[in-house]
Nanobody, 126 residues
Framework: QVQLVESGGGSVQAGGSLRLSCAASGAAASSSWMAWFRQAPGQERKGVAS????????YYADSVKGRFTISRDNADNTVYLQMNSLKPEDTAMYYC???????????????????WGQGTQVTVSS
C-alpha cells in the first residue's frame, strides 16, 4: 500500500525555484508530523523542514531558512516544499516523511518518522 508519493524534482540553475509535492494516503495521511529530508551521495539523511499538521507549526534547518517554505493542504493530504534561491549545495535526493514523533525525538531525526516516500532528485547547477 503506497503511503507517500513525491513529485516535482528536477534540474535548475542556481537562483532558480522548484516546488516539491508529497501526496499522503492511508495511515501516513493521519500522521501528526510531515517533513522533508534530503540526502546527498555519501552523506547522511538530513532534515530540511517539518510541519505539525495539527497546528501548522513549521520548522526549518538553518541552511534553508528564508529560502524554503513547507506547507500542507489538508483537503487533499498533500505537503509542499517551495524552494527558492536554490544553491548547488541543495543538490540531493529529497524524501517526504510522515510520523508522530515519539517523545524525545526532534523533528529532524529520521527515526522519528514511520513512513517514507521513494524520493525525488533535485539538482542545482552553478
Amino acid at each position: 500500500q503506497v503511503q507517500l508519493v513525491e513529485s516535482g524534482g528536477g534540474s535548475v540553475q542556481a537562483g532558480g525555484s522548484l516546488r516539491l509535492s508529497c501526496a499522503a494516503s492511508g495511515a501516513a495521511a493521519s500522521s501528526s508530523w510531515m517533513a522533508w529530508f534530503r540526502q546527498a551521495p555519501g552523506q547522511e539523511r538530513k532534515g530540511v523542514a517539518s510541519i505539525y499538521t495539527g497546528g501548522g507549526n513549521t520548522y526549518y534547518a538553518d541552511s534553508v531558512k528564508g529560502r524554503f517554505t513547507i506547507s500542507r493542504d489538508n483537503a487533499d493530504n498533500t505537503v509542499y516544499l517551495q524552494m527558492n534561491s536554490l544553491k548547488p549545495e541543495d543538490t540531493a535526493m529529497y524524501y517526504c516523511a510522515a510520523g508522530d514523533l515519539p517523545r524525545g525525538y526532534g523533528w529532524s531525526i529520521p527515526r522519528a518518522y514511520n513512513y517514507w516516500g521513494q524520493g525525488t532528485q533535485v539538482t542545482v547547477s552553478s
